[in-house]
């Protein structure tokens, strides 16, 4: 069963939301909070697989959440519900360690698909979002020289890292690939110690920035 955690300020959404969720078989709520700072005080209890986080909310911000909770190694995979009216917070939620975006109408297929695929271990990034969020990075993009000194990435790993990219977890790699499961996840470790990153989301948007898929 995926435990997911709702946590929004607005008592529509989360009953909206949570409705949808109740129709699956394999989805439970197991807990909801009306702002930040109460969902960083019940994430240890709830404990949720994935973590559906509105980034507007009074007080602390979702951003701020993912903030807090990634510097104590505590944030669950997290979805952002979002409204989409603002490249710029949702660039910042990658940074932080969302693994995906959904609006808040969205629809029941879509956010049971979404909620399965972070629960395990996907990064999903709708492609309307992916356009918009590209535009912003080609106003920041820098030179990957400072990745590919003295260590670059090889040939497999950068191919690796281009299926990360689309969202593929380490066995769909590995079948990709014809390679074993242990070799992919040997690989991917790799590749976040080159680039200095600490999760597959800031690997994938390190590579984004540099142009280097």
């Known amino acids: 069963m995926i435990r997911v955690m709702l946590v929004d300020d607005q008592t529509l959404v989360r009953e909206g939301v949570r409705s949808l969720l109740e129709l699956a078989e394999d989805i439970e709520v197991a807990g909801e909070a009306p702002d930040g700072q109460t969902a960083i005080d019940r994430i240890p209890e709830i404990d949720p697989h994935v973590l559906l986080l509105d980034m507007r909310m009074p007080g602390k911000t979702g951003l701020e959440v993912m903030e807090e909770l990634s510097a104590n190694n505590a944030l669950p995979p997290t979805i952002i519900l979002t409204t989409f009216d603002d490249d710029d917070l949702l660039l910042a939620g990658i940074r932080a360690g969302a693994k995906g975006y959904l609006l808040k109408d969205v629809a029941l297929e879509e956010l049971l698909s979404a909620v399965r695929a972070v629960a395990s271990g996907k990064t999903l990034v709708k492609p309307a979002v992916t356009e918009r969020l590209m535009k912003g990075l080609g106003q920041m993009r820098t030179d990957f020289t400072s990745l590919s000194q003295p260590d ?28 074993a499961e242990g070799t992919v996840k040997n690989h991917v ?23 280097l898929i």
Request: no cysteine; aromatic share 2%.
């Open 152 to 179: 670059p990435l090889t040939d497999r790993e950068t191919e690796i890292l281009r299926l990360m990219a689309g969202g593929y977890s380490n066995k769909e790699i590995a079948g990709a690939l014809s390679v």
């Open 189 to 211: 470790s790799n590749i976040l110690s080159k680039m200095g990153v600490r999760d597959r989301t800031r690997a994938v948007l390190k590579a984004l920035e540099g142009g």
